[in-house]
């Protein structure tokens, strides 16, 4: 069942962190492209978010890596407020984050060294909000 009210989506989240970490870069590499978990195209060039050793392999900057938590609700894709929750949780507690939205679930990555920070941050924020029963 999608779920749509903004309420309901924030405590049924249930973020988890992914295995693994991750780098953004920017590539028309076909092989990099078969591997990223995501693309996005931009004025600059194809984006790519490829597995961290992925990145590592082909010489790409891999300085800023970045943990993948996802939320597990499913959210309508017009649903309205959860990655805002998200994010400002997050940014409340000084934590980058970068949103991304797939076809079932929203992901955020965040730096590799506040993971475990941003899944406790989300956790609380899941809680704080009382579900209709």
Do not use: W
Request: with cysteine; aromatic share 4%; hydrophobic share 50%.
């Amino acid at each position: 069942m999608v779920i749509r009210r903004t309420e309901d989506m924030i405590a049924k989240m249930a973020p988890e962190r992914l295995e693994g970490l991750f780098a953004f870069a920017t590539s028309d590499d076909d092989a990099l492209v078969r591997q990223a978990v995501a693309t996005i195209r931009e004025p600059e060039g194809l984006s790519l978010i490829l597995p961290l050793d992925v990145a590592q392999r082909a010489g790409l900057d891999v300085s800023q890596p970045m943990a993948c938590l996802t939320l597990n609700v499913a959210s309508a894709l017009y649903g309205v407020g959860l990655t805002a929750a998200v994010a400002t949780a997050l940014a409340c507690e000084n934590i980058a984050c970068n949103m991304v939205a797939g076809h079932h679930h929203d992901h955020a990555f965040v730096p590799a060294n506040d993971a475990d920070r941003a899944l406790s941050v989300l956790h609380m924020r899941s809680a704080a909000e009382v579900p209709d029963v």
